[in-house]
């Protein structure tokens, strides 16, 4: 049995140095098969996900001899860390990571909904050479408003200023005279105010029992009809319904998901709609980031599984 358990696909260099060293498991699928992971936590001290593995009470119980969750990754949302730290497991997790990875698909997304890219790309490959029909609109002068002005609401909004945006935030935690948000020139509204004045709407909470399902279709509908949203959070804070519901009814311009209310996602109208843009969660998936998330988790492994 082994020391270290990993069930998501988490590679890298440091990881290839940690299974040189320690008795690593690694299997990038065992997250699908609950049985066969509580059985294999039996001897695990260290337990490497990402976001896919539920690290609930029951998977927590199967594993007596655990030391240390380590999250690959930002957000905690599916380790139950009240429990772990019932249970005096350590819970680790590599927040600054990725963030910037992330807010740079934000900007990615962003400009490929005002540009129109996806759709001018496919229309190009059909035969096409519609010049007109693919007018976009600047994100210079146009107000970015986020739902989130954290770590990566805030390198989103440096990035946004660059080309010229103005930027609004709505965060519940977040003090009017906040520092990073003066340095932007930002300005904290209601959600209410932020969903009624922005042209782009970048989600950055996390999830939580408070933000989960926190937009609906009476939020969408609230947006100025030329306006974005854009979701590199995590999908649970949107009603996807809603959102669809609001699209088809004009009530925004496009929307871009990296993330869903379920993932993979089932079958949806979303995939039927010009103005949307589906990624598959990858905001953190970049050479840069992958390597400092791996070497995060490595690391704390070394150092919990060391005393
Ligand atoms: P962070 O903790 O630095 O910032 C989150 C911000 O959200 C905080 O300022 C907090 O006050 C605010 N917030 C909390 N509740 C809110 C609410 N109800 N309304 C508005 N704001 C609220 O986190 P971060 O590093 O910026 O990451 C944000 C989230 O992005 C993570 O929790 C994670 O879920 C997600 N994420 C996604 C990917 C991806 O691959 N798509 C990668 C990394 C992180």
Redesign the pocket.
Known sequence: MSNVLVTENIQGASMNDLMKDLDVEFDAYLWQNVNLLKQKLADAQALIVR?QTKVNQELIDAAPNLKIIARA?????NVDTAYAKEKGIVVSYT??A??L??AE?TLGLMLALLRKIPEARQDTLTGGWNRIKFTGTELNGKTLGL?????????TATRARAFGMNII??????AADAPHLKELNGKLVS?DDLLAQADVIT??????P??RG?LTYQHFSKMKPTACFI????GE?VDERGLTQALLEHKLAGAAL??REVEPPHQSALNQLENVILTP?????TLEAQERVVDAVCEDVRLVLSG
């Open positions: 976001n990754g930002a957000g905690l949302d927040p600054d990725n963030s990875s992330v698909l739902i989130g002005m954290g770590r990566i609401g805030t390198l935030a709505a965060d519940p935690y977040l959600l989600c950055h909470s996390p999830l939580t408070d933000t926190m979701n590199t959070s995590r804070v990296d993330v969660h990858i905001a953190a998936f």
